[in-house]
């Protein structure tokens, strides 16, 4: 991630915690961002949807993290809505006994949220990439069987 791409996540998830938030708890939040970036596997939780078999698109927890106009004008079925403002304020109804998939149009806020998630506690998380928008052109829950099998040698 670049250093601006990272500042912007930082100051995105600590306008998460909201106006209110004591310094104690700003300070504090930077110091569990920071031990996690230290730790993140490369690419954060970031899954493709050509990397999800049609079959276990059930297995997850899907939640769209676009806002409530854009959740209602269609969205991958099965999931539910939470924008992605509101990911850590409506964290107990995000389990973590399975896996939780996270999107909204193009990636960029769902990693965010995904972001503040992941520090909060959540490893059972993935921010899919590109979005609903890739999942589309991809093919939707049919992009891993649409996927050009790597050439043998």
């Known amino acids: 991630m670049r250093p601006h791409h990272l500042a912007q996540t ?6 998460l915690l909201g106006p209110g938030a004591a310094l104690a ?4 939040a930077i110091d569990e961002m920071e031990a996690y970036l ?20 059930k297995k997850f927890v899907l939640i769209d993290a676009r806002d409530a106009g854009q959740f209602a004008r269609g969205h991958i079925p099965g999931a539910i809505h939470m924008d992605w403002r509101q990911v850590l ?3 107990d109804s995000i389990p973590k006994d399975k896996p939780v998939l996270i999107y909204c149009n193009t990636g960029s806020l769902s990693a965010q ?12 998380l993935r921010i899919l ?11 939707g829950f ?7 099998p790597a050439a043998r040698h």
């Open 89 to 91: 304020a409506k964290r």
């Open 113 to 124: 949220a995904g972001f503040a998630l992941r520090v909060a506690g959540w490893d059972n």
């Open 10 to 15: 930082v100051l995105s998830t600590l306008a």
């Open 38 to 57: 230290e730790f993140v596997d490369y690419g954060g939780g970031v899954i493709f949807a050509e990397q999800i078999p049609r079959d276990d698109w």
């Open 142 to 148: 049919d992009a891993a069987s649409r996927t050009i």
């Open 25 to 28: 708890d700003k300070a504090a």
């Open 129 to 139: 990439q590109g979005g609903m928008e890739e999942w589309k052109a991809k093919g």
